[in-house]
């Protein structure tokens, strides 16, 4: 949770006393600024937790910023997305038709451990990891690890994102009420 403090409010009422709608123009670009860090620092850290790439992020998962706007202050950060593919992580073998017992990290801190009933293979979805629950051909299902949105709420990711975006934040108000004087953006 992203916070605007009291002494904030006071700060660019008394000091843009006489430009109008002076409140809602500073609060929004600075949120607005606030949610283009956090987005980009979330990124940054599923990547350093997870064992996934930004482009994987991109294609699975959709972020989308809610912007403040001229009547509103009020902002936010949305993660969505699919289960991404366990193969998008870190697999070994990645290679197709190996007798070998399948492995996967999807932490980078974590070890990864072992799936025994796994196998790598070329189907019709595409090179994957899939696991048979019977001796039956049609008993596989693909092996998915997290999605994006749940990525972004892991107790690594979330408070360095909200961190990023309440420090870029604090430091645009005054940049914001610097331009406002200066007659900019007014």
């Known amino acids: 949770m992203i916070e605007i ?3 904030q409010i006071k700060r660019v009422d008394a000091v843009l006393s006489g430009v109008k709608n002076a409140r809602y123009k500073v ?3 600075a949120i607005n600024r606030g949610l283009t860090a956090g987005r980009t620092e979330g990124t940054k850290a599923i990547r350093q937790t997870y064992n996934v790439k930004a482009g994987t992020i991109k294609k699975y998962g959709r972020i989308k910023l809610d912007k403040a ?3 509103s202050t009020v902002g936010q950060i949305e993660f969505s997305g699919a289960v991404i593919p366990l193969m998008r992580f870190k697999v070994s073998p990645k290679e197709v038709n190996q007798r070998k017992t399948v492995t996967a990290a999807v932490l980078r801190n974590g070890t990864g451990g072992q799936i025994e009933q796994a196998y790598v293979a070329d189907l019709k979805s595409g ?3 899939f696991e048979r629950f019977s001796r039956k051909r049609e008993t ?3 092996l998915y690890g997290p999605s994006v949105a749940h990525m972004a709420e892991n107790i690594n990711v979330l408070p360095k994102m909200e961190k990023k975006a309440q420090k ?3 430091e645009r108000v005054e940049h914001e009420i610097t331009r406002l004087l200066n007659g900019y953006g007014g």
């Open 5 to 7: 403090k009291r002494s």
């Open 127 to 129: 090179i994957g990891v």
């Open 69 to 71: 706007g001229k009547s």
């Open 168 to 170: 870029t934040i604090n």
């Open 140 to 142: 596989s299902q693909t």
């Open 27 to 29: 609060f929004s670009n």
